[in-house]
């Protein structure tokens, strides 16, 4: 399985970005996938989620209603859009996927199996 990242680079506060997740090796359908990031410093901390067989989304407090997770099981991408960029969101943004995901784990990072290569995103003026 693997899992590419994209659509990541410079924009000004205030200002949308949307990232893609491009998957390959494994039926979209099959697993659940999300999003993490990690600032300088910082440690890796999640941002959106979906599980597989489901449409329900999952977010951390700081990106809730900003940022929309969603994905395109016949084309096996998964999306992040981001809307109302703040400095602090400025991170490397990964993709993740797993076939076993349960609601419970979503918010760990140890339990997802599938990384993407991240994008770095800047929110920046």
């Known amino acids: 399985v693997q899992l590419q990242a994209s659509g990541g680079g410079l924009v000004q506060p205030g200002g949308s970005l949307r990232l893609t997740c491009s998957a390959s090796?494994?039926?979209?359908?099959?697993?659940?996938m999300g999003w993490f990031r990690q600032a300088p410093g910082k440690e890796r901390e999640f941002v959106a989620a979906m599980r597989k067989g489901t449409s329900s989304t999952y977010y951390s407090n700081s990106v809730k209603g900003r940022f929309t997770i969603s994905r395109d099981n016949a084309n096996n991408r998964g999306y992040l859009q981001m809307n109302s960029l703040r400095p602090e969101d400025t991170a490397v943004y990964y993709c993740?996927?797993?076939?076993?995901?349960?609601?419970?784990?979503?918010?760990?990072?140890?339990?997802?199996?599938?990384w993407g290569q991240g994008t770095l995103v800047t929110v920046s003026s």
């Open positions: 993740v996927a797993d076939g076993q995901i349960i609601l419970s784990d979503l918010g760990r990072v140890n339990a997802w199996e599938y």
């Open positions: 090796g494994l039926p979209s359908s099959s697993y659940g």
